[in-house]
């Protein structure tokens, strides 16, 4: 099943607030808790892996096996994702400006990249670079 990985920071380890997931009672640190609060104000019913819900954070001996055997996996967790989310916090002034700037950015490196690569591809194949006296030159 696709799912969403969330990367974020943590911040507080102690937990802060309660959330309800399936029936089952979880306590959650106040960045997570401000990111569950937003994205379920944005969006449909989709799956997500979030390490702090996915992973028993219980202090027992048996969890803290649980969490050493977890740990290994998380690259194939977010590699297998169908697409990661980044929590950066609580929106603050300035947020939406910074993001819009980021968005053009990446579009403008998208459009000049896909413009310009066959160019830089022709300019790499020039017989000048497979001489052998470039290396000392």
């Known amino acids: 099943l696709p799912y969403i990985a969330?990367?974020?920071c943590w911040g507080n380890p102690q937990p802060s607030h309660k959330i309800e997931l399936d029936?089952?009672?979880y306590e959650v640190g106040s960045?997570?808790?401000e990111?569950?609060?937003q994205r379920?104000?944005?969006s449909d019913s989709v799956m997500f892996w979030i390490d702090a819900l996915c992973i028993d954070q219980s202090r027992d001996k048996e969890s803290m096996a649980e969490r050493g055997a977890q740990v290994p996996r998380m690259t194939s967790i977010y590699m297998n994702a169908h697409a990661i989310e980044i929590w950066l916090g609580p929106e603050e002034k300035g947020?939406?400006?910074a993001m819009d700037e980021l968005n053009l950015l990446a579009k403008t490196l998208r459009d000049k990249t896909a413009k310009h690569a066959d160019?830089?591809?022709k300019l790499w194949m020039?017989?000048?670079w497979g001489r052998l006296w470039v290396v000392q030159e």
């Open 35 to 37: 990111y569950l609060k």
């Open 23 to 25: 029936g089952m009672e």
């Open 31 to 33: 960045n997570l808790f």
């Open 6 to 8: 969330l990367s974020y």
């Open 126 to 128: 020039r017989p000048w």
């Open 95 to 97: 947020s939406a400006m």
């Open 40 to 42: 379920r104000e944005t």
């Open 119 to 121: 160019a830089i591809a």
